[in-house]
């Protein structure tokens, strides 16, 4: 679903009121392989986002929109699809920043961005949604934690007979816990895995993905049955049954 079109085309979806800088995206994006389709208000954009008609690979999302902010387009689209969400932030403020990821935005961009960085972003999300495994490759191995099976090759997350609805972020770093289960992974670690370049981390965002994921295994970080926190260390996925 997230791989390019037979033609090699990339579609993206683009849920921003600012006309201007639908039309300088898509003029920069067409020549690259991508077909940018823009719409400017929230609830078009939850509509063309979820038809069962359209197929997109990754959708842009404006937070600051009149009507529907872009917050709320995310939980509707998250509620329906499993897409790739590049956030993008007028004000570059690290609470919409936590606000968009806690709702499951894979990443996030200041309206200062430049387009190079634009396309560096869209690509590293789109990658982490196109990992599939060659012809005539071994299968990866099953990650099995207690009750919570994570395979890397169809990228699911099943706990007990439940599949798990994880943003691809969540996917890869609960991936990377469960193949180190017992062992601790520090933040920095965590981050170096699940990004497929170089940027600017802030503080909080390891934590608010390592909350979503709590959440969705139903832990409680008081008293965690699965992800553990060690102070000033790091994370560490554990099995329920082995728990103190």
């Known amino acids: 679903m997230n791989a390019p079109d037979s033609a090699g085309r990339t579609r993206l979806l683009m849920i921003d009121d600012d006309r201007k800088l639908c039309r300088l995206v898509a003029g920069y994006l067409g020549p690259l392989g991508f077909d940018v389709t823009a719409v400017h208000d929230g609830l078009t954009g939850v509509e063309r986002a979820t038809a069962d008609d359209e197929t997109w ?38 609470t919409d920043r936590i606000v968009g990821l806690e709702v499951g935005a894979d990443d996030y961009l200041p309206k ?28 990866a191995a099953e990650y099995v934690v207690g009750p919570l099976r994570v395979s890397p090759d169809t990228r699911t997350a099943v706990l007990g007979d439940t ?17 180190a289960r017992g062992r601790v992974k520090s933040r920095e670690a965590l981050l ?21 994921l ?8 008081k008293n965690p049955r699965f992800i553990r926190t060690l102070r000033s260390a790091g994370y560490m996925l554990v099995n329920p ?3 103190d």
Do not use: C, Q, W
């Open 163 to 179: 599949p798990l609805t994880l943003t691809p972020v969540e996917f890869d770093l609960l991936a990377s816990l469960a193949k």
């Open 214 to 221: 709590r959440k969705k295994l139903g832990d409680d970080a």
């Open 241 to 243: 049954a082995d728990a």
């Open 192 to 212: 170096e895995e699940i990004r497929d370049r170089n940027y600017d981390v802030f503080d909080r965002s390891i934590d608010v993905h390592i909350s979503a």
């Open 112 to 139: 200062t961005f430049s387009t190079r960085e634009l396309l560096a972003r869209l690509r590293a999300v789109l990658r982490r949604t196109a990992r599939t495994p060659a012809a005539g490759d071994a299968p």
């Open 57 to 94: 690979h990754a959708i842009i999302l404006d937070v600051m929109m009149p009507g529907l902010d872009g917050f709320e387009v995310l939980r509707r689209i998250r509620a329906k699809r499993d897409l790739p969400v590049l956030m993008l932030t007028a004000r570059g403020d690290e």
